[in-house]
């Protein structure tokens, strides 16, 4: 089992940045890969970014490319998503999630854990 719980989210301007921060608990917590989804209203939910359990790969989805940065604190079981030169675009609730086997990076099936998001607004 593993717990996440999101924070950092909140209202930002256009060009502003973010760091959102995921706490990860639970047996598995520490033997996780990492991800962030986001969803907008009337959207599916969108792969944002991904870390591997060691912390050495990432990938991240095509709109945050050269913005966002994933990174992990494996000591503090904690992943974060630093969240630059934001846009109206990026607003959305922001999903950690926890994939504890190997599965689909992109896809919301490759995680079987998942926090309860934080919103982020981002005004023009």
């Known amino acids: 089992q593993v717990q996440l719980v999101e924070s950092g989210g909140g209202l930002v301007q256009a060009g502003g940045s973010l760091r959102l921060s995921c706490a990860a608990s639970g047996r598995a917590a520490n033997n996780a890969a990492m991800g962030w989804f986001r969803q907008a209203p009337g959207k599916e939910r969108e792969f944002v970014a991904r870390?591997?359990?060691?912390?050495?790969?990432?990938h991240y989805g095509d709109s945050v490319k050269g913005r966002f940065t994933i990174s992990r604190d494996n000591a503090k079981n904690t992943v974060y998503l630093e969240m630059n030169s934001l846009k109206p675009q990026d607003t959305a609730v922001y999903y950690c999630?926890?994939?504890?086997?190997?599965?689909?990076?992109?896809?919301?099936?490759?995680?079987?854990?998942w926090g309860q998001g934080t919103q982020v607004t981002v005004s023009s």
């Open positions: 870390i591997s359990l060691s912390g050495t790969v990432t």
């Open positions: 999630a926890a994939a504890t086997a190997p599965g689909v990076i992109y896809g919301i099936g490759g995680y079987n854990y």
